[in-house]
Each structure stands twice: as C-alpha cells, then as structure tokens.
T-cell receptor
Framework: SAVISQKPSRDICQRGTSLTIQCQVD?????MFWYRQQPGQSLTLIAT?????????ESGFVIDKFPISRPNLTFSTLTVSNMSPEDSSIYLC???????????FGPGTRLTVL | RKEVEQDPGPFNVPEGATVAFNCTYS??????FFWYRQDCRKEPKLLMS???SGNEDGRFTAQLNRASQYISLLIRDSKLSDSATYLC?????????????FGKGTMLLVSP
C-alpha cells in the first residue's frame, strides 16, 4: 500500500491569489493524479502528473490555471492560480503503483476562496 | 462523454439488513471496475475490485454484467460501521494511460 499526505489540509484564501498544494507519497508510484471534489459531487480528474514532463490535463482544466509539478516518483504539487470562489472545493492527490494496482488517495485539501 | 451513474440514495436500512447498490457505465471499452468507500469528510478508499466472474469478500459481493454495462454491490448483515458513501469506479484506458472515472456515490445509512 501507499500512504499519501497533503499540505495544507485546509486553507481560506482571498480572490485573485494562488495556493500551492503539496502531495507526498511514502513509496514510489508510477502514476499520480489530482482530483477535485465539490460538495455532493463525484471526484473529477483534473490532470495526471507526469514525472519530468508536462501534466496531462482533462477537458475543462488548463495548465495556466492549475500548474502541476512532479519532480520525482514520490512528490507532486498542484497550484490553484488566480483563485475565485468557484475554486472552493476539496483537492485530492492520488497515486497508483502501476496501471493495475489499487489507487490510493491523500486526505484532501479543503480550499475556501472568499 | 464517459459517465458512471449511480442512485445517490440515501439508502436507510436497519442493522442486519441486506442492501444492494447498482451502477451503470457508458464506455463499453472499460476494462476494470471497482467499488470505493468514502466516509464523511474523508478520502475514498478501495473496498473491492469487481471481476467478470463476480467476487465476494466477507459480507460484500460485487458483480459485473458487461453486456448490460452494469455493476452491483451487495452488502449482507449490515453494520452501523457500513454507513458511508459507496463510489462506483470505472478504469478508462486513454491513449496508453489509464484513469479512473467516479460515480457520484450512493449514500448508505445503517441505523440501530
């Protein structure tokens, strides 16, 4: 199994600012992902974080708004840029050791934008 | 658009009851399927994978019907601790990498 931690666990931010969320996995994982979950909604995949190259974004998400870094097999960051109240959500980091193994999730970062 | 559909519930059942959840998926090319459990204000955790032949893990039984693109989860002898949201999850293959598509979840409330 993999244990995933995220920082910060929660934050309240002002409109127009940016927040970087850090994700640390206790073991190397092949794949890392970033999801968003709004109240009462399902998890929505933002992007796949690729080691050493640009992330692969899902429809509706762009790099300028959600820049992602993944410098190695155990760490990734997601930045929520130029925030608006619509960005208020829980952001979850996820890792998968290989394409066919269980996918693990971090505890999430609860973001509120005022 | 690839979708995973679930009845949001809530399903209110007494302890000891048997309850079943269903899920349908739109992408006929999907290869693997899972049920995740999510407790309130917590992250999702894998409950069980769903195999074509059906599989059982204690009180939990999962079944897959590829022809109907339908997945089910049966919980027998419900416990209070089973109260949670159950997420139906489908693994999609996209140009060489795979991603999970989540349903909105079915909420289960088990009462004494």
């Amino acid at each position: 199994s993999a244990v995933i931690s995220q920082k910060p666990s929660r934050d309240i931010c002002q409109r127009g600012t940016s927040l970087t969320i850090q994700c640390q996995v206790d073991s190397q994982v092949t794949m890392m992902f970033w999801y968003r979950q709004q109240p009462g909604q399902s998890l929505t995949l933002i992007a796949t974080a690729n080691q050493g190259s640009e992330a692969t974004y899902e429809s509706g998400f762009v790099i300028d708004k959600f820049p992602i870094s993944r410098p190695n097999l155990t760490f990734s960051t997601l930045t929520v840029s130029n925030m608006s109240p619509e960005d208020s959500s829980i952001y979850l980091c996820s890792g998968r050791p290989s394409s066919y193994n269980e996918q693990f999730f971090g505890p999430g970062t609860r973001l509120t934008v005022l | 658009r690839k979708e995973v559909e679930q009845d949001p519930g809530p399903f209110n059942v007494p302890e000891g009851a048997t309850v079943a959840f269903n899920c349908t998926y739109s992408n006929s090319a999907s290869q693997s399927f899972f049920w995740y459990r999510q407790d309130c204000r917590k992250e999702p955790k894998l409950l069980m994978s769903v195999y074509s032949s059906g599989n059982e893990d204690g009180r939990f039984t999962a079944q897959l019907n590829r022809a109907s693109q339908y997945i089910s989860l049966l919980i027998r002898d419900s416990k209070l601790s089973d109260s949670a949201t159950y997420l139906c999850v489908v693994n999609e293959d996209n140009s060489g990498y795979s991603t999970l598509t989540f349903g909105k979840g079915t909420m289960l409330l088990v009462s004494p």
